[in-house]
């Protein structure tokens, strides 16, 4: 039965489908010419299956087409492959891809083609003039018939293709989900279907992304999650009864020295003047020796990120400029660049001049970052605080820049309020995009955006709840004294996180992204009104026609979205990326599903975390004592009081910190060593990834070794001096050992066969007897430099044979990041009929942020059926003009003739890589090998600290200021964004090159393609 009334069809009317080639005709006679061996020929009717049925308010349909020897092998990864009908007819259209008759191609050699499974639905009951894109465009006339159980069959079908693409998708992580995320909710809530849950990766299932950290760092993943919240059920309209907000409740005792509860307060609460027995007095002569005066004037609930000096600062913000204010770009450059650092400065108007740069080091003797969060996508509460060696000419360069700022914008006020007691400058427009605090407090100056971190710097000098005055600060600057001379400090508080985890910011930060959730189901919902032929353009009228949920739009808070220059704006909070900071957004009262959501956040909370500890990291750079032309960069992190946590359970299976380790193994490019316990004694299991050359293919559009993945490895494993442990699971020998001390073993469940050698005490396991000799010869335990229980050690890669691996693998990370954009694109087309000249403007829009291709090349339009990949002649929209909602639609394939389709693809790779990953050029270079020269690193566990040292040696990169430093796009204060380093992983979602002068940031990678 039906689903839903509104796709109920006539039971009492039954006809056959309309096939082009019947299927049990057309399955015996492959099986017969299968059997006889001899290679079926496909005639041209036999080449497509059309069957479509009659419904309300949708028909639906299936569209099979045997492909040719020689097309794509993957066609669900290839844009060019698309069913599409000539007045815009088809809806939702989404493919299954299957190999045809397996059990022939495999047990009897035969070469058959793949086919191709088009699942659509449809407008209206005249024949559909259908074009399958294969890529080669096959026009086949369909009158649609009334049969209501193969309409509900083939519904199904389309369900599960549909919700198999979501799925795909969302495991994606360069690729942006966010009509996927639309489309599949709406249809899972208009079909009363659950909606699909895409599995974890590895990664979340041991707690890393995990929804209480998606939540806590406001991700893509969180937001995500509230879009389909949004969309999947009926709002709660009944849900009026407002409930007094909370009071933050921490799991565990507060940190010793830490305030139990800071921040958080709106901006028009009274200010917290008291201090407690831990403050210390103002004046910096009355700190300790190892804790920085700058640090006195942090909020105790803030982060810190320290440059020392202003020549460190300027080195960070050049750097960072060189990659695009990402460090994830040093690994993969993304294809979304949403600039969030320069919007950062941009709001708060501070940048520096030639003379700046020039002056600073002797103007501005201490410099640092601080916030009360790090939501930089949306709008978060940061700041700049200097301390002055020159009042006067430090006053005079940060007025004469925010005055500057200020002359740019016509709608912009300066006005003088009063924050804590003094007057502070105020600067800001109605979009939010210009928010400048400044204030003055003796050799300190503050440049913010919000108003509540003027107030709690404002306190700070009365000796109230202050960074430097914690125990916890004081104990980190034991451990990683001033002395160092440090390029970068880095402080985290445990307040700074239990701030993020109070109920105001989670309700708060849960309404701004239910507020852009909001727009983006609006726009994307008039968009499918269009595509459906509704004549529905307000709430009321998408909710009517099932494109939004019953109750969405309604809100408790006295804000509302408004239309200002074809946007949205939200009422209260202002422009998506430029919304008022959260801890400025008062929050009093809160409604019953919004205390559900916190209560069930706060116990993923209490059950994942426990208590937070507080973390610092600490940077030096300096050059390489031992190779010109290198930069050897130092780390340190520490994390306190980890046993609290639920993560110490990782730790505690370590052993003692030993002092001994595995001597170097040469030809090793990759090696790991782990301290473990719990056998009487620690015992050393060790490995590595000896320097190997495998030769690469493209199968499917992946990167694969040519041969099996057991075969191309070459690697090891051992252990030292007990090897119960792992022979428990690496299996022990089948029988004596030979002259070599070597012997087979079963293997990892008797999947495979191993190599396995004793030498002394050593144990090692491998694939390949080869390696165990080599390897065995020069085992030897040695003194490191200090006790660890963890170290690793990457070689420099450059000159080794495992280099074209990396870079193979690179180069199918890059182009398929690349291939993101353009495949979100043309989504927009497909899926929603948005015109192909259009699709870039809007679906820029819809990421908050600008398209950019990883490999240097353009995005562009081209007709996918000429190899020569011109771009097509189409006009394209203004810079930042996207389509007008209600204008007449051109159809979304843009002309030509039947068949004709334009996509957008970059024009960085070859043409034949353009739509689907087939070669990979010999010649291309990830950004990682043009910098990266080795590293070594270590963890140790010391009493209630986990330790982790790093040194990282890489080439010198020459950074330095743009070609005009007073220009606004170029001026500013960097701030870091590590989102793609951890999709590095292929974990959550979205953002080659080569080191080149630090005013054009990552170019191209050498020979991109």
């Not at 849950?197 to 041991?206: D, G, H, T, V």
């Not at 609460?269 to 004046?283: E, F, H, K």
């Not at 400058?425 to 939010?432: A, N, R």
């Not at 490999?855 to 930042?880: M, N």
Request: glycine share 8%; net charge neutral.
């Amino acid at each position: 039965m039906y689903r839903n009334p509104r796709f109920k069809a006539a039971h009492d009317v039954m006809a056959s489908s309309l096939r082009v080639a019947g299927r049990p005709h057309f399955a015996a006679m492959l099986l017969l010419l299968g059997v006889a061996g001899i290679a079926p020929t496909l005639s041209a009717k036999a080449a497509v299956q059309v069957e479509a049925y009659r419904g309300e308010p949708f028909g639906i349909g299936q569209v099979t087409v045997d492909l040719q020897p020689g097309s794509s092998s993957v066609p669900a990864k290839d844009d060019r492959f698309a069913i599409t009908e000539s007045h815009d007819r088809v809806l939702y259209p989404v493919m299954k891809n299957s190999s045809v008759r397996r059990i022939l191609r495999s047990f009897l050699g035969i070469e058959t083609p793949s086919r191709a499974t088009f699942f659509f639905m449809f407008r209206g009951d005249e024949p559909l003039e259908l074009v399958a894109h294969t890529p080669t465009p096959r026009q086949v006339t369909v009158h649609p018939e009334d049969n209501a159980k193969e309409f509900n069959k083939l519904l199904d079908n389309w369900w599960e293709a549909t919700a198999d693409r979501y799925s795909q998708v969302f495991r994606q992580a360069e690729y942006p989900v966010v009509v996927e995320n639309y489309l599949t909710a709406t249809w899972a809530r208009r079909l009363n279907r659950p909606m699909p849950e895409p599995k974890r990766y590895l990664f979340q299932r041991f707690g890393v992304g995990a929804p209480w950290m998606s939540q806590l760092m406001a991700n893509e993943a969180y937001q995500t999650q509230v879009e389909r919240d949004l969309l999947v059920g009926p709002q709660d309209s009944n849900d009026t009864g407002m409930l007094p907000l909370p009071k933050p409740q921490h799991s565990g005792e507060p940190a010793s020295g830490e305030p139990a509860s800071v921040g958080g307060p709106p901006a028009n609460a009274a200010p917290n003047t008291s201090s407690n027995s831990n403050d210390l007095p103002t004046p910096p002569s009355a700190l300790p020796t190892n804790v920085e005066p700058l640090a006195a004037r942090v909020p105790a609930e803030c982060f810190y990120m320290r440059f020392g000096n202003f020549t460190n600062y300027l080195w960070f913000r050049d750097f960072m400029r060189h990659w695009k204010g990402d460090l994830g770009n040093m690994l993969v450059v993304e294809s979304v660049d949403r600039n969030v650092s320069e919007r950062f400065q941009q709001q708060i108007a501070v940048g520096e001049t030639k003379l700046a740069r020039v002056m600073g080091p002797t103007v501005v003797k201490d410099v640092a970052i601080l916030g009360l969060d790090i939501y930089l996508r949306d709008g978060a509460a940061m700041g700049i605080l200097f301390q002055a060696n020159n009042n006067m000419l430090l006053g005079r360069n940060l007025g004469g820049q925010r005055q500057d700022a200020k002359s740019k914008r016509p709608d912009a006020v300066e006005e003088t309020v009063k924050i804590a007691g003094h007057d502070v400058s105020y600067i800001h427009t109605p979009d939010g995009c210009l928010r400048s605090y400044y204030i003055v407090d003796g050799d300190f100056h503050l440049v913010a955006n919000s108003r509540r971190l003027v107030e709690r710097f404002l306190q700070t000098g009365a000796g109230d709840h202050s960074l430097a005055a914690t125990s916890d600060f004081q104990e980190c600057r034991n451990a990683v004294p001033l002395t160092r001379d440090d390029t970068i400090f880095v402080f985290a508080p445990a307040a700074f996180l239990q701030n993020l985890a109070s109920p105001h910011y989670r309700v708060e930060l849960d309404r701004r992204q239910r507020s852009i959730g909001e727009m983006h189901a609006i726009k994307l919902a008039r968009l499918a009104a269009a595509a459906e032929g509704q004549p529905a353009n307000s709430i009321d009228d998408l909710i009517t026609a099932e494109l939004l949920p019953p109750g969405f739009g309604q809100r408790f808070d006295g804000s509302k979205l408004e239309v200002v220059e074809n946007r949205y704006r939200d009422s209260l909070r202002g422009d998506p990326g430029w919304m008022t900071p959260i801890p400025d957004m008062p929050v009093e009262r809160i409604t019953p599903a919004e205390a559900r959501r916190l209560a069930r956040f706060e116990q993923d909370l209490h059950a994942s975390v426990g208590s937070f500890a507080p973390v610092c990291a600490a940077l030096k750079r300096m050059e390489s004592p031992t190779q010109k032309g290198w930069d050897c960069i130092t780390a340190d992190m520490r994390v306190a009081r980890y046993s609290q946590m639920p993560i110490a359970k990782w730790p505690a299976m370590l052993g003692e910190a030993q002092t001994k380790q595995v001597a170097p193994i040469n030809s090793d490019a990759i090696s790991l060593e782990i301290v473990l316990g719990g056998l009487g004694e620690p015992f050393h299991v060790f490995g590595g990834i000896r320097d190997f050359r495998t030769p690469l293919v493209v199968r499917q559009g992946d990167v694969q070794p040519a041969g099996s993945l057991v075969d191309s490895i070459r690697a090891y494993v051992g252990a030292w001096p007990k090897p119960d442990f792992i022979t428990r699971y690496l299996g022990r020998p089948n029988g004596p050992l030979d002259a070599d001390g070597m012997a087979r073993t079963s293997g990892i469940g008797g999947l495979f066969d191993l190599w396995f050698r004793r030498a002394d005490d050593f144990f090692l396991f491998s694939f390949k007897r080869d390696v165990l000799l080599e390897v065995g010869q020069q085992l030897s335990m040695a003194e490191a430099e200090h006790p660890a229980q963890i170290r690793l050690h990457i070689d420099d890669l450059t000159n080794k044979q495992i280099a074209t691996t990396v870079n193979g693998f690179g180069y199918k990370r890059a182009r398929d990041t690349s291939a993101s954009a353009a495949r979100f694109m043309n989504s927009l087309t497909t899926q929603l009929h948005v015109p192909p000249k259009d699709a870039r403007a809007l679906g820029e829009e819809l990421v908050g942020g600008k398209f950019k291709c990883p490999l240097g090349g353009q995005y562009v339009l081209v007709d996918p059926t000429k190899s020569d990949g011109e771009p097509a002649e189409l006009p394209f929209p203004a810079a930042g003009e996207g389509p007008r909602e209600g204008r007449t639609r051109e159809p979304a394939s843009a002309g030509g003739g039947p068949g004709a389709r334009q996509l957008w693809t970059s024009t960085a790779p070859p043409t034949e890589n353009r739509f689907l990953l087939t070669i990979i050029p010999a010649d291309y270079q990830m950004p990682f090998m043009t910098w990266f020269r080795g590293l070594a690193a270590d963890v140790a566990r010391r009493n209630d600290e986990l330790w982790l040292n790093a040194q990282l040696d890489m080439t010198h990169i020459e950074v330095g200021p743009p070609e005009d430093p007073g220009a606004p796009a170029a001026s500013g204060f960097q701030l870091p964004n590590f989102g793609s380093l951890l999709n590095g992983f292929g974990g959550n979602k979205d953002e080659a090159v080569k080191p080149t002068s630090g005013n054009n940031g990552p170019a191209a990678p050498k020979n991109a393609r």
